[in-house]
């Protein structure tokens, strides 16, 4: 079974753009969450989604945003960026909504300069 | 909100001996603790989770301990190898389904 994939795997862009984010789940896997990395503030929660609703949502500001499809994909969004964008966006996908093992994909190196 | 400390944010050892981690976390609802392994350029792989329900579990060489009384969860390598070197992060989850929140990171360090 293929794991979970995201493209793309880099990006470059410039303060003020925006970028879109994918993410495919495991195949059968429903919920979606997305996460933020970075080497100062480690791995922070950004949101969850589940059935194409989003169900939890972490401290970011709503430049950040994300929406799921009814195959279970997922994107997320980051309007007018910044400098501190600059990060590793991973998202995990599991079975439902219930508490199950989260299964990483290698995530989206972003850089904004 | 959920926080959760990790200890230590490194360690070095050497091949064959043991490694253990410990994490605290805050909240009392927390009820589900994994463990990730994180390569260089890779996501975050999971090596081990335990439930509240349960105080231990083994796979092989790697086990987990969770103390639901003083909120701590420890990670025991045994034989260390070289391979196992990485970065490696505890996390709970509660009541916020699909929330995990991790620790800051252990970077594991093993010599030949």
């Known amino acids: 079974k293929a794991g979970v994939t995201q493209t793309p795997r880099y990006l470059i862009k410039t303060r003020g753009q925006q970028v879109t984010l994918s993410c495919s789940p495991i195949s059968g896997h429903r919920s979606v969450s997305w996460y933020q990395q970075t080497p100062g503030q480690g791995l922070q929660f950004l949101f969850e989604?589940?059935?194409?609703?989003?169900?939890n949502k972490g401290n970011f500001p709503g430049r950040f945003s994300g929406r799921q499809f009814s195959n279970s994909r997922s994107e997320m969004n980051v309007s007018t960026l910044e400098l501190g964008d600059s990060a590793l966006y991973l998202c995990?996908?599991?079975?439902?909504?219930?508490?199950?093992?989260?299964?990483f994909g290698p995530g989206t190196r972003l850089l904004v300069l | 909100g959920e926080n959760v400390e990790q200890h230590p944010s490194t360690l070095s050892v050497q091949e064959g001996d043991s490694a253990v981690i410990k994490c605290t976390y805050s909240d009392s609802a927390s009820n589900y603790f994994p463990w990730y392994k994180q390569e260089l350029g890779k996501g975050p792989q999971l090596i081990i989770d335990?439930?509240?329900?349960?105080g231990e579990k083994k796979d092989q060489r790697i086990a987990v301990t969770l103390n639901k009384t003083a909120k701590h969860f420890s990670l025991h390598i045994t034989e260390t190898q070289p391979e196992d070197s990485a970065v490696y992060f505890c996390?709970?989850?509660?009541?916020?389904?699909?929330?995990?929140?991790f620790g800051q990171g252990t970077i594991l360090t093993v010599h030949p």
């Open positions: 989604y589940f059935s194409e609703t989003q169900r």
């Open positions: 335990i439930r509240s329900n349960v």
């Open positions: 995990a996908s599991k079975i439902s909504g219930s508490q199950e093992t989260q299964y």
């Open positions: 996390a709970s989850e509660g009541t916020s389904y699909g929330k995990l929140t």
